[in-house]
């Protein structure tokens, strides 16, 4: 079965897509990894998203409006992927996150919008959208999504792993054989963007490797007001997005600190923010080995910091895996689709902390009669990727 998975993350930047062609021989899963990339919001789309996000007021009319825009750019991203990658069965988009709704620890609601009919108008293939909910019905977090990927990827890795993402919100998946922990650690992305879109420090609206933060010095002042964060004090399973972490959170940080450092020395002390909350809990996770993915591990401040902080733990890419680390995301909504039209769950309850396990998603029907593969009715155990073409 050959799956299309689409998704823009919490930088809001733009649309990756990964083409995956599933089989199944026993309990082992192969993904051949066929066509990926990556298509940026047009800019003033992308402007107009960032306006309407948290804390920023918005309104219905501009929700609707945006619906549609982002449900066009995701239905052009997939029929260019289909028109290069080759048919496909299913297309899986995951849309974008424009509010994560958590209140006392726990996740009350999510929002994913682009309306996934347009998808299936343009390109006739069956979408499953919304697949982060019926998670969240069952008492989960809805997030993060990628451990079952994760679990699956990492299951026989001698001493433990541990998957790390670095997009706008940092998320880690424990693996320990069959067993498996997952949660939001914190900001990985979401404040130095913040910063560097507002201030102008870069044209692109973010910290492009990392430069702005390597000329700069770390305010520990600043950095000791943002580690008392009582996120960060939260057992898992919990979740988070730029509900919390945006930029107006930096500026109370600042003036709770009573410091003003320069633009430079302010992006350093938020990159260190990330180094020092992801490198606690890896170090407290005890596992060997770190498998990086996502924008931040392009950002070699990072991962220098991450590497010095954790010198027992090998720490690098997803891709030495067959996940390309700016696919990942990607490939993991591919497989999440995969579990869907089998009648398989796409969670782990101790990833997520849901009850139980849940198929997600909803579908909308191509330009034919919907047609789902014989159910299945176990899950496999291990899944190896491979890049083709």
């Given amino acids: 079965m050959r799956v299309l998975g689409m998704i823009s993350g919490t930088s809001h930047d733009g649309i990756d897509v990964a083409v995956v062609e599933f089989r199944l021989a026993g309990s082992v899963l192969e993904g051949l990894v066929g066509h990926t990339a990556s298509t940026p919001y047009p800019a003033e789309l992308r402007a107009r998203l960032a306006a309407a996000l948290p804390p920023a007021p918005t309104t219905l009319a501009e929700v609707c409006e945006l619906d549609t825009l982002i449900g066009q750019s995701f239905a052009e991203a997939a029929a260019r992927a289909v028109e290069l990658g080759g048919p496909v069965d299913l297309v899986v988009s995951h849309g974008q996150t424009v509010f994560h709704w958590v209140e006392g620890g726990h996740a009350r609601g999510t929002l994913q919008i682009g309306q996934p009919a347009w998808i299936a108008e343009r390109t006739g293939v069956p979408v499953l959208s919304d697949v982060r909910v019926r998670d969240i019905t069952a008492g989960g977090h809805g997030a993060p999504l990628v451990s079952v990927l994760d679990g699956l990827l990492l299951a026989g890795h001698e001493g433990g792993a541990a998957a790390l993402n670095l997009g706008g919100i940092a998320n880690m998946t424990v693996v320990r054989g069959r067993d498996l922990v997952a949660y939001d650690i914190g900001p990985a992305n ?7 879109s507002s201030r102008g420090l870069h044209p692109r609206g973010f910290d492009e490797d990392g430069a702005v933060a390597a000329s700069g010095r770390v305010d ?10 009582p996120y960060y004090r939260l057992a898992p399973p919990k979740s988070t997005g730029k509900e919390l972490f945006h930029l107006a959170y930096v500026e109370e940080a600042l003036a709770r600190a009573g410091t003003r450092p320069g633009d430079a020395d302010l992006v350093a002390t938020l990159t260190e923010l990330t180094v020092r909350t992801v490198a606690r809990d890896v170090a407290a996770a005890g596992v060997s080995a770190l498998v ?3 924008g931040g591990c392009h950002n070699p401040v990072v991962m220098k910091g991450l590497r010095e902080a954790l010198p027992g733990v ?30 398989l769950p796409g969670t782990v309850p101790s990833g997520t902390g849901a009850r139980a396990p849940r198929v997600l998603g909803t579908l909308t029907p191509g330009a034919g009669p919907l047609v789902l593969p014989a159910p299945l009715t176990a899950s496999p155990e291990s899944l190896v990727l491979r890049r083709v073409g």
């Fill in 220 to 229: 520990e002042r600043l950095l000791g007001v943002l580690l008392d964060e």
């Fill in 190 to 196: 979401a404040l130095v963007d913040a910063v560097v």
């Fill in 292 to 294: 990086v993915s996502g």
């Fill in 314 to 343: 090998d720490v690098g890419p997803s891709d030495a895996y067959g996940a390309p680390s700016d696919d990942k995301e990607a490939i993991a909504f591919a497989l999440i689709g995969w579990c869907t039209a089998h009648g």
